[in-house]
């Protein structure tokens, strides 16, 4: 396993849902603008087709929503996995580590206290 490529494949793949994420909301936003706009003047039939626009509109946003969340839990459990990996090849880093985390840590709270 490299945790190099293991790590920039996660970031890339981060990015991406960001840019996602942010690019269904500003669409979101702008339907939603729009319908309000629309909707000022709109009375009777047309009222009830911009409501199912909205309504539509919200339910494809839920849906993006749904599948970003269900990739970033996919990518947090290959990363738990792989943190596992890399703990069972390398457990003399790991503790070596963690000790010095330790220590610091320990160092920082007695400073404080």
Same mark, same amino acid.
């Given at each position: 396993?490299?945790?190099? /490529? /293991? ?5 890339? /793949?981060?990015? &991406?849902?960001?840019? %996602? ?19 000022? =003047?709109? =009375? %009777? #039939?047309?009222?009830? &087709? ?6 539509? &509109? ?11 969340? %269900? ?9 738990? /996995?792989?943190?596992? #990996? ?24 007695? &400073?404080? %206290?």
């Amino acid at each position: 396993m490299n945790t190099e /490529s /293991s790590n920039s494949n996660f970031a890339a /793949s981060a990015e &991406r849902i960001r840019a %996602g994420v942010s690019h269904e909301f500003r669409d979101f936003l702008a339907d939603v603008e729009d319908l309000v706009k629309e909707t000022t =003047t709109l =009375t %009777g #039939e047309d009222l009830n &087709r911009a409501r199912t626009k909205l309504n539509q &509109r919200l339910a494809e946003a839920r849906k993006a929503a749904a599948k970003m969340g %269900g990739e970033i839990s996919q990518r947090a459990q290959q990363g738990a /996995s792989d943190a596992n #990996e890399y703990v069972h090849e390398q457990p003399w880093k790991v503790i070596g580590v963690s000790a010095v985390v330790g220590l610091l840590l320990g160092f920082v709270l007695a &400073r404080r %206290g």
